[in-house]
């Protein structure tokens, strides 16, 4: 078959972009056509349409209006019209460029409602879909319309249950769901990575660290994902700021590489910023915590091989994150053969958790305080504990990390993906 991967953005370090490589290469190994479709031209973009993602102005505007109220147009109806002004104009232009693929999977544009005149002019092609819903729109509290109206065609449409889509979701939660909102039925399949090979050395640990100026015995603590609120990234500080002081009687003392611990413990950001202010106020706070950050997240924008590379220079991985679909970060450090120290988010506990992973738990409760997200003082300095026991046993870290690669591969990889795939998906 040929088969169309579309997206609003692609090629990026974003999970929805990271997912689309990994189906591409997966179905190209089933012997598959398979391109993926965006509105970026992002290497890794096979076919850009500049009209369906985030740089089209009609993009911005229609989300601005739809999700917070009119304010560009006189009167509701007006901005209906609009919408559906600009449905008639993306029908034509995807029945176009969508004409030669026998499947189309689109991802998140019918469960977001981004940009809701393109899910609906996309459920009006005479095709084949399995549509893959990665977030959906009630799980985001800004993607709520208060316009009854607006809402009641989010809720008929999105997604909309036709017989010539079939239905993926990347948990069981939202499965049940999506079956209790809309009776509608789906096929769950999680995340993956390739498990064939870590995607880190101890040459390249060395090399990279180098390169970055970190001086020998330093400890880097690694936080991958993207610089947004809902990964509660003040949570990271909290681990490497106690982790600093506990190991203060460690110093002089071997680390689990065989290196000499130099007393110096920082936290390196290697993910795109999505919220410019809240990396403000994360700088701020780690100062105040005597943190000492090292921000890379310009740098993986303008190369996004280097968001890879960085995975060598850690000696563990924070993903505090309590809001997460998945977890791709998550299943990139089991590949990476890092320890992840994290929050157990709902997902987490009912789709990853069963499968045995070992891991540094702050829990699964948190709360507010002055704007932060906080864990019981108890629960984190557990988890300190934890790792740092991890970071000075070399059995113990070995053990760890290749439970957990083992585990990924029997759980998460793209051996079962294409399984899943060929067995519940494919027509």
């Not at 740092?388 to 051996?415: A, I, M, Q, W």
Request: aromatic share 10%; net charge negative.
């Amino acid at each position: 078959m040929k088969i169309a991967l579309i997206h609003y953005r692609g090629g990026l370090m974003d999970g929805v972009s990271l997912e689309m490589e990994k189906w591409k290469k997966v179905l190209t190994k089933m012997g598959h056509e398979v391109h993926i479709v965006a509105e970026n031209k992002k290497e890794g973009v096979d076919l850009t349409l500049k009209e369906i993602g985030f740089e089209n102005p009609d993009f911005e505007r229609v989300n601005r209006n739809f999700f917070g109220g009119i304010k560009d147009f006189l009167s509701e109806k007006e901005f209906l019209d609009f919408l559906k002004e600009k449905e008639e104009e993306l029908f034509h232009i995807l029945n176009e460029a969508l004409k030669d693929y026998d499947l189309i999977v689109p991802n998140n544009i019918w469960s977001l409602g981004l940009f809701p005149s393109l899910g609906l002019a996309l459920s009006r092609l005479e095709k084949n879909f399995v549509a893959h819903h990665h977030d959906f729109w009630w799980e985001r509290k800004h993607l709520i319309p208060e316009n009854r109206r607006f809402r009641e065609i989010l809720d008929k449409h999105f997604p909309p249950d036709l017989p010539n889509v079939k239905h993926v979701v990347i948990n069981t939660i939202a499965q049940r769901e999506l079956k209790r909102r809309r009776n509608i039925d789906s096929v769950v399949v999680p995340n993956v990575m390739d498990f064939s090979s870590p995607i880190t050395s101890e040459e390249m640990y060395h090399r990279v660290r180098e390169e970055l100026q970190i001086a020998p015995g330093t400890i880097v603590a690694l936080q991958a994902t993207r610089i947004d609120r809902r990964k509660t990234i003040e949570l990271s500080i909290d681990v490497v700021s106690l982790l600093k002081e506990t190991l203060t009687s460690k110093k002089e003392a071997d680390l689990y590489n065989g290196e000499r611990y130099s007393g110096e413990v920082i936290l390196l950001f290697s993910g795109i910023c999505e919220d410019e202010e809240y990396l403000k106020e994360l700088k701020e706070y780690a100062s105040s915590k005597g943190v000492s950050l090292l921000v890379l997240s310009e740098e993986v924008r303008k190369n996004t091989s280097l968001f890879w590379k960085l995975y060598n220079v850690a000696d563990f991985v924070t993903y505090p994150s309590i809001l997460e679909g998945w977890g791709n970060q998550l299943l990139e450090a089991i590949a990476a053969k890092k320890p992840v120290v994290l929050f157990e988010y709902e997902v987490f506990k009912s789709d990853i958790k069963p499968a045995g992973l070992k891991y540094v738990s702050l829990g699964d409760r948190c709360f507010r305080e002055n704007g932060l997200v906080k864990v019981d003082e108890r629960i984190l300095k557990k988890a300190v504990e934890e790792i740092s026991r991890l970071l000075f046993d070399p059995s113990l870290y070995r053990e760890t990390v290749e439970h957990n690669f083992e585990v990924g591969k029997k759980y998460f990889s793209l051996e079962r993906l294409e399984d899943i795939l060929s067995r519940e998906v494919l027509p």
